[in-house]
């Protein structure tokens, strides 16, 4: 593992959210281990590759970064609001996946699915803001 992965780990050690390579870097450029933001997008890829840090695309396509709770292959379930996730291993949707791919004749190498939505929380308040 490279310095630069280091540093990039321990600056999403402290997140509660997932951050952005940009998020990232500030986090390094403010501690004590400031790291260039070519190497703090090279350090997430191959760490995204690796599994240990899961990535999420927003809704504006940019890729944001988490280090990843869950052995294994997974989804994620994400407000768009206040960014909570729900882990999620959705057999189903593999099985779906296989099925499809075989009937055209692929072999998938890999897939995302990401779904997004208002977590219960952020539901509540705004049903409590359009009542007002």
Same mark, same amino acid.
């Given at each position: 593992?490279?310095?630069?992965?280091?540093?990039? =780990?321990?600056?999403?050690?402290?997140?509660?959210?997932?951050?952005?390579?940009?998020?990232?870097?500030?986090?390094?450029?403010?501690?004590?281990?400031?790291?260039?933001?070519?190497?703090?997008?090279?350090?997430?890829?191959?760490?995204?590759?690796?599994?240990?840090?899961?990535?999420?695309?927003?809704?504006?396509?940019?890729?944001?970064?988490? =280090?990843?709770?869950?052995?294994?292959?997974?989804?994620?379930?994400?407000?768009?609001?206040?960014?909570?996730?729900?882990?999620?291993?959705?057999?189903?949707?593999?099985?779906?996946?296989?099925?499809?791919?075989?009937?055209?004749?692929?072999?998938?190498?890999?897939?995302?699915?990401?779904?997004?939505?208002?977590?219960?929380?952020?539901?509540?308040?705004?049903?409590?803001?359009?009542?007002?």
């Amino acid at each position: 593992m490279t310095r630069a992965q280091r540093a990039v =780990l321990g600056a999403l050690e402290g997140a509660t959210g997932f951050l952005s390579a940009q998020d990232v870097h500030a986090r390094l450029r403010d501690g004590a281990r400031p790291t260039g933001l070519t190497s703090v997008y090279r350090a997430l890829a191959l760490l995204a590759e690796s599994g240990a840090v899961d990535t999420l695309r927003t809704t504006t396509g940019e890729s944001t970064y988490r =280090l990843c709770r869950s052995a294994g292959h997974h989804h994620h379930l994400t407000c768009q609001r206040c960014g909570a996730t729900v882990e999620l291993e959705a057999r189903s949707v593999e099985r779906w996946i296989d099925q499809v791919a075989s009937a055209h004749g692929y072999r998938v190498e890999g897939h995302t699915v990401e779904l997004t939505g208002h977590c219960p929380r952020c539901q509540r308040r705004r049903t409590a803001t359009a009542a007002r």
